[in-house]
């Protein structure tokens, strides 16, 4: 199957703690975003890839990394610098500027 | 700085009406806009991508149109149906080639 991984689908974080969100990708695009969703409000961009081996911030870094050291992958750890980190959260791949994006499936984050 | 505004925020209608989303911009500098449909609890599809130099673009029962100029594209749907009930989503990719995104309209179609 072609597409975008996200896993898991649901994840529960205690306060303090990291948690790594996974997104794996098989179209061969080479840039790579993940993107926060909130209730009422529009996708906020927390990180993107445009090359293996770079990244860069988006609206909303803090308390959040990532890394990009294979093409197909682009994990999220949420740290426990987030102090509000229940969201979902959608990874998507694209390829060329003018083409369009590609999601994954979320994974919904809660804090417990 | 590019904002993106879609109205209604959520929409009923009865099945077999055609209807409009409304999405509106506040920079013309765009690339291209981009129309989505979300599930509850699931990821974004693509509907219809609409690059700068177009005015339209038609997908099925789905045709959405773009005027740079003022600002605005409309999402038109012919005979609803029960299924296509979701949150639409509307995204312009800026001077920056980031993805700008609104806030998206929940539609309702009652059987």
């Known amino acids: 199957d072609g597409g975008i991984t996200q896993s898991p689908k649901y994840l529960f974080r205690k306060e303090g703690q990291n948690v790594t969100l996974s997104c794996e990708q098989n179209?061969?695009?080479?840039?790579m975003y993940w993107y926060r969703q909130d209730p009422g409000q529009g996708l906020r961009l927390i990180y993107y890839s445009q090359i293996v081996n770079d990244f860069q911030k988006g609206d909303i870094a803090e308390g959040y990394s990532v890394s990009r050291e294979k093409k197909e992958s682009f994990p999220l750890t949420v740290t426990s610098a987030q102090k509000n980190p229940t969201a979902f959260y959608l990874c998507a791949t694209g390829q060329e500027l003018n083409t369009e994006a590609f999601f994954g499936q979320g994974t919904r984050l809660t804090v417990v | 700085k590019q904002e993106v505004t879609q109205i209604p925020a959520a929409l009923s209608v009865p099945e077999g009406e055609n209807l409009v989303l409304n999405c509106s911009f506040t920079?013309?500098?765009?690339?291209?806009l981009q129309w989505f449909r979300q599930d509850p609890g699931k990821g974004l599809t693509s509907l219809l991508l609409i690059q700068s130099s177009q005015r339209e673009q038609t997908s099925g029962r789905l045709n959405a149109s773009l005027d740079k100029s003022s600002g605005r594209s409309t999402l038109y749907i012919a005979a609803s149906q029960p299924g296509d009930s979701a949150t639409y989503l509307c995204?312009?990719?800026?001077?920056?080639?980031?993805?700008?995104w609104g806030a998206g309209t929940k539609l309702i179609i009652k059987p």
């Open positions: 995204a312009v990719k800026d001077s920056n080639y980031q993805l700008i």
């Open positions: 179209l061969n695009h080479d840039a």
């Open positions: 920079d013309s500098a765009i690339y291209n």
